[in-house]
T-cell receptor, first 114, second 112 residues
């Protein structure tokens, strides 16, 4: 049972380059999320998708776009990467977006912007 | 907006010592509380959760947490830590239909 799968695991980009981080879940969950994790700041929500066909901004959406391709897949795009976007990115999913549902996390993508 | 505070950023313990990690949240209404753990190089995993009922909840691997409403706290405890408990621990809160808000995390190092 794969759970939440993220690709790639590591990536180095130059400032200004674009990139899409991929996320897929096989648990038939309705809600999916993208977080970034920075030292001393915990996890911060970038975007989320409460259900297929909907997306909403989280706490730190600037510089990112998302696509909920279907129920399984939720991608995060950096159109013009900046050094401030160097971080570890986690995708997560839950059965519903309602607060009692625990989230299941992927292994993360470590992204460095030079 | 709700917020979560974890005051201990780094904790170092010897094996068999007792552990208590603090978590305080700011929200006056009904909350859902979680503790997640992230082992080195791994993704976050759910340790335990509290929604209602008995304020003392037990999770996996011998962890437990106590919800004290009057103190807006949800501290994590373990009577005797092991080297394998070395990890980063995150407290997280949702209130109503607000999204999950994480604390900044506590790095625990257990020395053998």
């Amino acid at each position: 049972n794969a759970g939440v799968t993220q690709t790639p695991k590591f990536q180095v980009l130059k400032t200004g380059q674009s990139m899409t981080l991929q996320c897929a879940q096989d648990m038939n969950h309705n809600s999916m999320y993208w977080y970034r994790q920075d030292p001393g700041m915990g996890l911060r929500l970038i975007y989320y998708s409460a259900s297929e066909g909907t997306t909403d901004k989280g706490e730190v959406p600037n510089g990112y776009n998302v696509s909920r391709l279907n129920k399984r897949e939720f991608s995060l795009r950096l159109e013009s990467a900046a050094p401030s976007q160097t971080s570890v990115y986690f995708c997560a999913s839950s059965e519903q977006g309602e607060g009692r549902q625990p989230q299941h996390f992927g292994d993360g993508t470590r992204l460095s912007i030079l | 907006a709700q917020s979560v505070s974890q005051h201990n950023h780094h904790v170092i313990l010897s094996e068999a010592a007792s552990l208590e990690l603090g978590c305080n949240y700011s929200y006056g209404g009904t909350v859902n509380l979680f503790w997640y753990v992230q082992y080195p190089g791994q993704h976050l995993q759910l340790l335990l959760k509290y929604f209602s009922g008995d304020p003392l909840v037990k999770g996996i691997k011998g962890f437990e947490a106590e919800f004290i409403k009057s103190k807006f706290s949800f501290n994590l405890r373990k009577p005797s830590v092991q080297w394998s408990d070395t990890a980063e621990y995150f407290c997280a809160v949702t209130a109503g239909f607000q999204k999950l808000v994480f604390g900044t995390g506590t790095r625990l190092l257990v020395s053998p």
